[in-house]
């Protein structure tokens, strides 16, 4: 396999968890810190840092130091148009998320 292939199955690995996706939704208009990440998904501390060291890695997205806060935010911007396709396409087959869910 390709390095290119590997790649993209990397990306695409690293989104295969719904929290993840969440993740990435939360930081398509703005930068955010990671408690902040931690309260709008309502989720533990080791939780949030595992999810996001995972999409870091994939390249997703990339952190940076504001004082004694890491910012998170987006590095891929195409994984937001990814995702949207997706959601888009669920909501003409499904008529939306919620339907899916169920």
Do not use: W
């Amino acid at each position: 396999m390709s390095a290119r292939y590997q790649y993209i199955a990397d990306v695409v690995g690293a989104l295969a968890h719904e929290a993840r996706v969440e993740i990435v939704e939360l930081l398509a208009t703005r930068g955010m810190p990671v408690k902040e990440i931690m309260v709008k998904m309502n989720l533990a501390a080791s939780t949030t840092s595992r999810h996001l060291s995972i999409m870091k890695r994939a390249g997703i997205v990339t952190c940076c130091r504001d004082k004694q806060r890491v910012i998170y935010s987006v590095a891929l911007p195409c994984v937001l148009t990814f995702v949207a396709g997706v959601r888009e396409r669920l909501e003409h087959l499904c008529g939306g998320l919620n339907s899916a869910a169920k």
